[in-house]
């Protein structure tokens, strides 16, 4: 079993900052990619950011500039640091991990989303 424990949302003015942060724990042999997506009310979910397990970034032009994603390979963490927010940066943020576990099966986890709230 593996979880992911993401933290860091909140409420924050326009053009303040927030960092998210997802924790896998569990069976894990290796993470493959770890990302970002974001799904706001009546839209659907959009990556935002990815990292894969060399440190190759990709963020949509969206957010380049402002949005920041990396990894911590041995804690199995990613952040995403946001800067310049926006109020249509408003949305639930939800990180996604492909692994490998220990069994050698590959899987794609979800985390439990984090509400980010930008006010104008």
């Known amino acids: 079993q593996v979880q992911l424990v993401e933290s860091g949302g909140g409420l924050v003015q326009a053009g303040g900052s927030l960092r998210l942060s997802c924790a896998a724990s569990?069976?894990?042999?290796?993470?493959?990619?770890m990302a970002w997506y974001r799904q706001a009310p009546g839209k659907q979910r959009e990556p935002i950011a990815a990292?894969?397990?060399?440190?190759?970034?990709n963020l949509p032009d969206s957010v380049k500039g402002r949005f920041t994603i990396s990894r911590d390979n041995a804690k199995n963490t990613v952040y995403l640091q946001m800067n310049s927010l926006k109020p249509e940066d408003t949305a639930v943020y939800y990180c996604?991990?492909?692994?490998?576990?220990?069994?050698?099966?590959?899987?794609?986890?979800w985390g439990q989303g984090t509400q980010v709230t930008v006010s104008s």
């Open positions: 996604n991990v492909v692994l490998t576990s220990l069994q050698g099966v590959r899987y794609d986890y």
């Open positions: 569990g069976s894990i042999a290796s993470i493959r990619s």
């Open positions: 990292v894969t397990s060399g440190g190759t970034t």
